[in-house]
């Protein structure tokens, strides 16, 4: 028993091949292990990521852009998966023991990253229901945007003033998501509001043939003008016109710029808010009248000098007005000593 240990060690290797293997590297035994090693990293891994980019290519041209990044990526991570094991192998590592351990540290990991987990298991379910694909306009909440990747954990998207959002799968999946562009024609809602004095049929008949004057608008569908009820200052219409989503944006930018400039040629006003206030019912409307206030006579020019200061001005030919009692004896229902 004393020899076995006492062989044990004398010869380590002979318990670990591990220990084996880096003893003879050390003495120059086995140069070529750690060249193949370092030849599969440095040449598989550039090899691979060439690949990838590759096949991401193909299968988005003959697919969809989503289906080549999933595709990419799972070239990707399978290929530096078996490199790692090749390397391992070629230095003689057991892999036995990094099983086990990855076992263990996986559990761990799992209790401590439960939402990781979430929206990776979220992410699966987003590229096989495939709400929106990659390039798609999204809404998700008060966020509009362009959709640049699907990965794992999160949706990347690109706003129109170009900000880059990160919006995780988890959320998402919980979320009212709106895919924009997934049909390739819109249709564009106008509110247009006009006086009450218009006629309505004929408010009608000049959008329609503004919206046919437009080359951007679509025929079939065809263009239709509803009318949405009386607003507190506006007769409230609304135009709808069909466009193709690339179209879409100009169209509205143009149409707005055509019904103003052609209601202006045909007198038709676009009234702005107007507040009337009314007693009720019964009551007639409060009177207003304006009235401009005469300039102020000056005291020291065209005054008549007879009159005394108290006296007060009557015209020609009119009643004077009877004098009052004096200011220093009061009014009979003044008395002060009372009844």
Known sequence: MLELVLGFVQEPEAVDPTINFWNR????EDPGALFRALLLVFVGVPALLGFSRWFRGWVGKKYTPQQGMVAAKAVFYTGILLILISVLHQLEFSLAPLLGAAGIVGIAVGFASQTSVSNVISGFFLIGERPFE???VVQVGDTVGRVLSIDTLSVKLRTFDNRFVRIPNETIVKSQVTTITRFPIRRLD?????????????VRELLLE???????????????????????????????????????????????EQIKNRFDQEG???????????????????????????????????????????EPATREGADPEPPGPPLSEPMPDDDPTGP
């Open 25 to 28: 590297l050390v003495r120059g």
């Open 190 to 202: 106008l509110n247009v509001g006009v006086a009450y004095k218009e006629d309505v049929a004929r």
């Open 268 to 310: 038709v006003e676009i009234p702005f808010p107007h507040r009337t206030l009314y007693a009720g019912v019964v009551t007639d409307p409060f009177p207003v009248r304006v009235v401009a206030e005469p300039p102020a006579p000056d005291s020291h020019e065209g005054s008549d000098p007879s009159l005394e200061p108290d």
């Open 134 to 136: 990659v390039d798609d």
């Open 210 to 256: 503004v919206v046919e004057r437009n080359p951007r608008a679509l025929m079939e569908p065809a263009a239709a003008v509803f009318f949405d009820g009386y607003g507190d200052s506006a007769l409230e219409l609304r135009l709808a016109v069909w466009a193709t989503r690339e179209n879409f944006i100009t169209l509205k930018n143009s149409l707005l």
